[in-house]
């Protein structure tokens, strides 16, 4: 069983900066892939980051290159989304999640091969 605590979230300006971080807890095997992602008001929860457990490879959904960065801390069991340039439209509660299978990896996250979920932190993003 794995449990997943974010926290950072908040209310920025646009243009503004946060961080995000989600502290891992309660697995004896490894997660495959940490991923966030995030949901609006009214809209589906769509994959924003991703990060391979075992390459370190990342992706990232296309609205979000080049501005977010996705990181994790291994001996802190710590996954980050560093986000810079925010705009009103990234505004959302931001998930973090762990897949504990292989296969998981794509270049933006699946919410299906995601079998472990943390209860989100807000981001606000005013213009």
């Known amino acids: 069983q794995v449990q997943l605590v974010e926290s950072g979230g908040g209310s920025v300006q646009a243009g503004g900066s946060l961080r995000l971080s989600c502290a891992a807890s309660?697995?004896?095997?490894?997660?495959?892939?940490m991923a966030w992602f995030r949901q609006a008001l009214g809209k589906e929860r769509d994959g924003v980051a991703v990060i391979s457990s075992g390459s370190g490879s990342t992706g990232y959904a296309d609205s979000v290159k080049g501005r977010f960065t996705i990181s994790q801390d291994n001996a802190k069991r710590t996954l980050y989304l560093q986000m810079h340039a925010l705009k009103p439209d990234d505004t959302a509660m931001y998930y973090c999640?762990?897949?504990?299978?292989?296969?998981?990896?794509?270049?933006?996250?699946?919410?299906?091969?995601?079998?472990?979920w943390g209860q989100g932190t807000q981001v606000t993003v005013s213009s």
């Open positions: 309660g697995y004896a095997g490894s997660t495959y892939c």
């Open positions: 999640a762990a897949a504990s299978e292989p296969g998981c990896y794509a270049s933006t996250p699946l919410r299906g091969r995601y079998n472990y």
